[in-house]
């Protein structure tokens, strides 16, 4: 079981993204399972044609010690399995807590060994990394986090918090640094601060993401880019993603080639160091 954590700041594309990347796997016969640790609870709602999941900290509050497996998980397209965090009641509680519960109560009910997923994606919000954000970095929950960013100025402050907490826990063997994934905004100098950023943090931009209107076109179908529109330019380019974020998560910490890609160099293209 391959286990990544794609984080992001609030409005990045991080969700669509990751659903996208998600039917990506699933079309090459991986069984996926999304988590969506946000307190907005929409981060699989394009794989279920805009049909919510209801959360885990909903359904924990309704039914405390009664909570059942299948009270939490439901199916998406192309069979990805999805789950929804949620979070507290505004101004009442901590966001945070509400990803801490829903990842306990996954594994208390034993969802990993009942669904038996091939890649979990942990899709979370990237804006504050305190210690429910950050949790499934930590405890084994991923093994490789990616970094979705623009060129946009708090976008790419929000990545290096990220990465500089990943600095930060890598003595205790939690997740590393994967990469990190430009979704453009056509902004000035969009590639050379994302790559800036990536050498700060001795890693690689696995991909590239255009700003295409087909992304708008799939929301509004309440479908996504890979079954809204599957033969066009933008779902290639999600598929390329995958396959990156994919080879990449199943390489052992410290192989030769993860070694290799930690020499890759901001005038190499997008995916050029992933050969090996």
């Given at each position: 079981m391959i286990k990544i954590a794609v984080y992001g700041k609030g409005g990045i594309g991080k969700s669509t993204t990751v659903s996208n990347v998600a039917v990506a796997l699933a079309e090459k016969g991986l069984k996926v399972m999304q988590i969506g640790c946000d307190?907005?609870?929409?981060?699989?709602?394009?794989?279920?044609?805009?049909?919510?999941v209801p959360?885990?900290?909903?359904?924990?509050?309704?039914k405390k010690q009664d909570l059942k497996l299948e009270d939490?998980?439901?199916?998406?397209?192309?069979?990805v399995i999805c789950v929804e965090a949620g979070g507290p009641t505004p101004g009442?509680?901590?966001?945070?807590?509400?990803i801490i519960t829903a990842l306990e109560k996954l594994?208390?009910?034993?969802?990993?060994?009942?669904?038996?997923?091939?890649?979990?994606l942990y899709d979370v919000l990237g804006d504050v990394v305190c210690g429910g954000f950050s949790m499934p970095m930590r405890k084994g929950y991923a093994d490789k986090v990616f970094i979705i960013t623009s060129g946009e100025n708090m976008a790419i402050?929000?990545?290096a918090n990220i990465a500089m907490a990943l600095e930060n826990f890598k003595n205790r063997g939690y997740a590393s640094l994967g990469g990190i994934i430009l979704n453009r905004?056509?902004?000035?100098?969009?590639?050379?601060?994302?790559?800036?950023?990536?050498?700060d943090f001795q890693t690689q931009v696995v991909g590239t993401l255009s700003h295409s209107g087909l992304v708008t076109e799939a929301e509004e179908k309440k479908e996504t880019v890979m079954e809204c529109f599957p033969d066009s330019e933008m779902a290639e380019e999600y598929r390329k993603l995958a396959e990156a974020i994919y080879e990449l998560s199943k390489r052992?910490?410290?192989?030769?080639?993860?070694?290799?890609?930690?020499?890759?160099t901001a005038d190499k293209r997008p995916g050029e160091g992933l050969k090996c």
């Open positions: 307190p907005k609870a929409d981060s699989t709602i394009a794989l279920r044609h805009g049909e919510a959360t885990v900290l909903d359904l924990f509050r309704e939490m998980v439901r199916t998406g397209y192309q069979g009442l509680g901590c966001a945070g807590r509400g594994k208390e009910t034993g969802a990993y060994e009942v669904y038996q997923p091939d890649v979990v402050h929000a990545g905004r056509n902004v000035a100098r969009e590639e050379e601060k994302v790559n800036e950023l990536a050498d052992p910490e410290g192989s030769a080639c993860e070694k290799a890609d930690e020499k890759y």
